[in-house]
């Protein structure tokens, strides 16, 4: 059975994501330790609430240190929401920009629609090859969030495969709903909070590591 620490750096669904993480079939730990986060099969990055509180949050445990220093070996990492969020270059929020973690480059901020927060059900654009979305292409997860990363574009330099990026549509505005790149992946929605579908992809990451 894989072991999954559950990152504990004072934000997140926290007791939600151990459940999901259980159900979904691996053995799962909640800890801010820094050696155990390392050594585990695989690393869940929770997060809710405002981007630099996360950072703060993260930072004070070194849990920005961890997920690079996990990737650089190839470990997997798994981002939900907020916790998808800090993995890019920044984020701005109320005229105040934070540094991330700036694992992809790119900017977080404010949807550009009618109705913020985005709030609910919605389907994805899931791209060719996808294995974290393997059997739920058409499915719809669940959504809670005002800020996102609009027109993101990566260029690569040949060398190293492209991410699959999936996306979403609110209020006519296009973000990133989730990122598949190499060991890193992460979702803007909740798959703790999408039913079926969402305790599908968490099946198909565990299944992974």
């Known amino acids: 059975m894989s072991e999954v620490v559950v990152l504990d750096y004072g ?14 079939g691996a053995s799962v730990t909640l800890t801010s330790d820094f050696q ?20 703060a949050g993260l930072r004070e445990i070194k849990g920005d240190r961890l997920i690079g220093r996990r990737l650089a070996g190839g470990r997997p990492v798994l981002g939900i929401c907020v916790g998808m969020q800090i993995l890019f270059e920044r984020g701005i929020e109320h005229g105040v920009e934070t540094a991330g ?19 609910g059900w919605n389907t ?13 292409e058409s499915e719809r997860f669940y959504f809670v969030h005002s800020y996102g990363v609009r027109d993101w574009t990566l260029v690569t330099d040949g060398r190293t495969r492209a991410p699959l990026v999936t996306w979403a549509e609110h209020g006519g505005d296009r973000f990133v709903a989730a990122v598949e790149n190499g060991p890193l992946s992460a979702t803007q929605f909740h798959p703790e909070k999408s039913g079926d579908a969402g305790a599908a992809l968490l099946r198909n990451w565990v299944r992974s590591l």
């Open 11 to 24: 934000s997140g669904n926290l007791r939600s994501a151990v459940r999901a993480m259980e159900r979904a």
């Open 36 to 55: 155990a986060g390392l050594e585990a099969d695989g690393l869940v990055v929770p997060g809710v609430g405002a981007y630099a509180a996360c950072m």
């Open 101 to 119: 973690c700036d694992e992809w480059p790119g900017v977080v901020e404010r949807l550009q629609a009618p109705v913020v927060p985005h709030m």
């Open 124 to 136: 994805v654009a899931v791209p060719d090859g996808s294995s974290l979305f393997a059997g739920v």
